[in-house]
């Protein structure tokens, strides 16, 4: 069992950047594979970034790449979202996920229903 806590978010003009963080509980952070996620208003939750349980792979929604990074320190049991160049329609409550499922590939890190823990979210909002 893993719990997920996100903090960073906040309120940001765009083209600012923000880094959020997600911290897990436990001594096995290393043997689950962690995505970001986020949800608008309106909008159903969107994948947004995902990374392997040892770092070695990154996967990205296609309207964040080159903007976004996500990385791990498995020895702070921490994943973060580095955040660039943000745009106002980044405004979503954004959500670390955890999972134990050792699958490869876009459309299994993508998946929600892959992942068996998640954070509380943290409020991003980017104003124009």
């Known amino acids: 069992q893993v719990q997920l806590v996100e903090s960073g978010g906040g309120l940001v003009q765009a083209g600012d950047s923000l880094r959020l963080s997600c911290a897990a509980s436990g001594r096995t952070f290393s043997t689950y594979d962690m995505g970001w996620f986020r949800q608008a208003p309106g909008k159903e939750r969107e994948f947004v970034a995902g990374i392997s349980r040892n770092g070695g792979s990154t996967y990205y929604e296609d309207s964040v790449r080159g903007r976004f990074t996500i990385s791990r320190d498995n020895a702070k049991n921490t994943v973060y979202l580095q955040m660039n160049s943000l745009k106002p329609e980044d405004t979503a409550v954004y959500y670390c996920?955890?999972?134990?499922?050792?699958?490869?590939?876009?459309?299994?890190?993508?998946?929600?229903?892959?992942?068996?823990?998640w954070g509380q979210g943290s409020q991003v909002t980017v104003s124009s």
């Open positions: 996920a955890a999972r134990r499922l050792n699958c490869v590939g876009y459309g299994c890190y993508a998946s929600s229903a892959t992942y068996d823990h």
